[in-house]
């Protein structure tokens, strides 16, 4: 399935961070959390069902919803790190426009952005989590 075992950690990471976020985060981090795992299994998907030409649109549109979904969470919740990673899914919606509208073919920089913004992504979801988890603890005690 994966010729490189960098995607194999990449869902690892994401799974544990989601799990996580899961286990120990509020409302918010496990709105964040759901989202963004529901639309990574789309993009397995996509990537595993469509052909070449609609990837793109696909991708596009699977971005446009988690940011959208990022945008309810943020005004919802009013939570620093949802803003944050709504600005980063809108970068990474900028990135997949720009690609979709120039017929550009995605390449290594394309990759590289799209890791490090899906990354990014799941550090917000990680500090959130701990930033709720920490205030939990410090209601409790």
């Not at 961070?17 to 899961?22: K, M, P």
């Not at 944050?84 to 952005?113: K, N, P, T």
Request: aromatic share 12%.
């Amino acid at each position: 399935m994966y010729q490189s075992p960098l995607p194999m950690i990449g869902w690892a990471a994401t799974l544990a961070v989601l799990g996580f976020a899961w286990w120990k985060g509020g409302s918010a981090e496990r709105y964040g959390a759901s989202l963004k795992l529901i639309t990574s299994l789309v993009a397995f998907a996509v990537h595993h069902m469509l052909n070449q030409e609609t990837i793109s649109i696909a991708l596009l549109v699977a971005d446009g919803v988690l940011a959208v979904g990022f945008l309810i969470l943020a005004i919802r919740y009013s939570s620093l790190w949802i803003g944050a990673a709504m600005l980063l899914q809108a970068g990474q919606f900028s990135l997949h426009a720009y690609y979709l509208v120039a017929e550009l073919q995605r390449d290594r920089f394309y990759a590289i952005a799209n890791n490090l913004v899906t990354l990014a992504i799941l550090l917000c979801i990680l500090a959130g989590t701990i930033i709720a988890w920490r205030a939990r603890m410090r209601a409790q005690a």
